[in-house]
T-cell receptor, first 109, second 114 residues
Framework: SQQGEEDPQALSIQEGENATMNCSYKTSINNLQWYRQNSGRGLVHLIL?????REKHSGRLRVTLDTSKKSSSLLITASRAADTASYFC?????????FGQGTELSVKP | DTAVSQTPKYLVTQMGNDKSIKCEQN?????MYWYKQDSKKFLKIMFSYNNKELIINETVPNRFSPKSPDKAHLNLHINSLELGDSAVYFCASSQAPGDLYGYTFGSGTRLTVV
């Protein structure tokens, strides 16, 4: 399977703490994307990082990409209860956006 | 002002029935997709259309047939529904095929086959 893998599968933290999620993939990529899915909702695009970028920021989100290790991480700083959701990484494989299995983040108030 | 809208949101039907899910996007995107999300939240692409042309057709049963009357609409018709078709189906769109741009997803259609 060309599906990416994410870890941890589930993460539970207290409000205010940082959350780090990791994603690994198996093929060469041009870009890697991160999405959030709230319970019962569709996926929301968070950030896209290109293969020639090592780090990208968007508000409280920080994404890193290490193409030599075929891995990426998503850091959410100063988490809030509203950040509770599933987070997916995705990369292009043969013209198709392939999603990882997701990390289920729970932020307790 | 929903960007990608799917109808219906919920669909409960008996085995053997035929059903359709409709999707519309008002973003002016050229490319639309159908994804299936199973109970373990695994997302798998089913179909993709670019400007009304089918460009991705994954290994899905022939009972699933997409139709794109124009680039703003992508519908999914499912014949002879089976229990294993129960899942959440997401429509999505992007400015162009591939991964140059993020995808915008609809809120999903939860299909339950009984």
């Amino acid at each position: 399977s060309q599906q990416g893998e994410e870890d941890p599968q589930a993460l539970s933290i207290q409000e205010g703490e940082n959350a780090t999620m990791n994603c690994s993939y198996k093929t060469s990529i041009n870009n890697l994307q991160w999405y959030r899915q709230n319970s019962g909702r569709g996926l929301v695009h968070l950030i896209l990082i290109r293969s020639n970028e090592r780090e990208k920021h968007s508000g409280r989100l920080r994404v890193t990409l290490d193409t030599s290790k075929k891995s990426s991480s998503l850091l959410i700083t100063a988490s809030r209860a509203a950040d509770t959701a599933s987070y997916f990484c995705a990369h292009n494989q043969g013209g198709k956006l392939i999603f990882g299995q997701g990390t289920e983040l729970s932020v307790k108030p | 002002d929903t960007a990608v809208s799917q109808t219906p949101k919920y669909l409960v039907t008996q085995m053997g029935n035929d059903k359709s899910i409709k999707c519309e996007q008002n973003l002016g995107h050229d490319t639309m997709y159908w994804y299936k999300q199973d109970s373990k939240k695994f997302l798998k692409i089913m179909f993709s259309y670019n400007n009304k042309e089918l460009i991705i057709n994954e290994t899905v049963p022939n009972r699933f047939s997409p139709k794109s009357p124009d680039k703003a609409h992508l519908n999914l018709h499912i014949n002879s529904l089976e229990l294993g078709d129960s899942a959440v189906y997401f429509c999505a769109s992007s400015q162009a095929p591939g991964d140059l741009y993020g995808y915008t997803f609809g809120s999903g259609t939860r299909l339950t086959v009984v």
